[in-house]
């Protein structure tokens, strides 16, 4: 099999969170990433019977956290007790 390089850009955090799951694992990022590749071309679109899913993708803010989370319900509902 040929081989070829790729530069990808990524934030740092993830690049990091990413390495330590590859130690983990004892695998490597190429080994992560050809695999994940891999089943991307093998599966086709994995959305494709989740138009709910495909419907509400993105409209949440990728900065969105769980307290964000929290908060709307504690707004929605009233606190917890």
Not at 8 to 15: E, G, H, I, Q, S
Not at 20 to 30: G, K, V
Not at 50 to 63: E, K
Request: hydrophobic share 35%; proline share 5%.
């Amino acid at each position: 099999m040929e081989k070829t390089k790729l530069t990808v850009r990524l934030p740092k955090r993830l690049l990091e969170g990413a390495k330590r799951y590859a130690a983990q694992h004892n695998t490597t990022l190429t080994r992560l990433v050809s695999e994940y590749f891999r089943q991307l071309s093998a599966e086709g679109d994995p959305l494709a019977e989740a138009s709910m899913v495909r419907l509400l993708s993105g409209i949440l803010s990728p900065d969105a956290s769980i307290d964000d989370y929290r908060t709307y319900l504690e707004e929605k509902y009233g606190p917890k007790t």
